[in-house]
């Protein structure tokens, strides 16, 4: 069949009606296996709301909180190689998946990623087309997803005791990443030049070559970065959560700076979710009855039969003498 433009105007069943026309198929039909929703029912589905600036913190206090095989969905190439070095430096185990790799290193990376249970992968919409990777635990949808559902998603629990100590990791490893991409880009703006001149067998002139001051600046930055990194490296061996920690239970008299991570039981993040919702039900029924508790006054304080004779006396009309003259 050619392209038609104007096949984007008919409806799901004269599209099914074209394909079956097209395929000489008689009188088919249509299973609808998606039930209208388009999800299977035991995916758990939740958000988290934070601003552009903050989703490096959620997404890194997830990983941290909640390991397993981890898909992040980003929107563009250029969004997937920043995560990745970020979280290469906050010493995540990060593969990428986007359309600049070649094919070997896209089936390089699918294979460490399947081969390891704690491993992230960080990918554009390409990883959705066609691959099956099996025992995923959590897909992260690192920007909205245009298409959003028509009711609201029930919010993450986020534990914001411990967010302290995630961003100041956070931060310092975006910093070394803006260094050590000053350095790079001085570096390959005249190493391009000079590695020309030479296999030419020429000498620059001296206003072609690097200044002495940018030369200064550039190792500025390259101690700059090597101070971060051992910083950052310090931080990273005080874990952030304590040793059996529980999202129901959160120790924030203690300082999640000096606690110890031997040992920890990790928490799964389908059942903290579910368990939230649960939670939030049972709240829901109790302020429910509560709004509803009947104001009869308890059996201990009055006596019911005085209380019921009392209240009868009062609601009936006191006629005297005959007269029909209500007191």
């Known amino acids: 069949m050619k392209f038609n433009s104007r096949i984007t105007n008919l409806t799901a069943s004269q599209k099914l009606q074209k394909i079956a026309e097209a395929l000489n198929i008689k009188n088919p039909k249509v299973v609808d296996l998606s039930q209208g ?12 709301t934070c601003t552009a600036q903050e989703k490096d913190y959620y997404t890194y206090y997830f990983i941290v909180k909640h390991p397993g095989r981890t898909l992040i969905f980003c929107n563009s190439i250029g969004c997937v190689r920043r995560l990745v070095t970020i979280l290469s430096l906050l010493n ?34 390409v990883a959705a087309r066609g691959l099956d990777i099996s025992n995923i635990q959590h897909v992260i949808h690192y920007q909205t997803p245009r298409t959003r559902k028509t009711e609201d998603l029930p919010l993450f629990p986020i534990q914001e ?9 956070v931060n310092l490893a975006r910093e070394i990443d803006k260094l050590e991409f000053k350095v790079k880009k001085s ?28 030369y200064d600046d550039s190792n500025n930055q390259k101690k700059a970065a090597t101070v971060k990194r051992k910083l950052l490296n310090a931080l990273l061996e005080k874990p952030i959560f304590p040793r059996s920690f529980s999202g129901k239970y959160p120790l924030s008299f203690e300082d999640p700076e000096v606690l110890l991570n031997q040992g920890a039981r990790e928490e799964n993040a389908v059942e ?18 509560r709004l509803f508790k009947s104001k009869i006054p308890k059996s201990d304080d009055i006596n019911l039969n005085s209380f019921l004779k009392q209240k009868n006396s009062k609601s009936k009309p006191n006629f005297k003498n005959g007269n029909n003259r209500k007191r």
């Not at 990428?96 to 554009?124: E, M, P, V, W, Y």
């Not at 000079?194 to 072609?208: F, N, R, S, V, W």
């Open 37 to 48: 929703k388009g999800m299977p029912t035991t995916l758990t589905e939740c958000k988290i």
């Open 92 to 125: 995540c185990n990060v593969v990428a998946l986007h359309s600049s790799l070649h094919q070997r290193q896209r089936l390089k990376n699918l294979d460490k990623f399947k081969g390891n249970d704690n491993c992230i992968l960080i990918a554009t919409d």
């Open 161 to 169: 005791n411990y967010l302290d100590a995630v961003k100041k990791r």
């Open 187 to 214: 570096n390959s703006s005249t190493g391009w030049l000079q590695k020309a001149a030479e296999e030419m067998d020429i000498i620059l002139d001296d206003d072609l070559q690097k200044d002495p001051d940018e």
């Open 272 to 289: 903290v979710m579910r368990n939230a919702i649960e939670n939030n039900a049972v709240k829901h029924t109790i302020k429910t009855k």
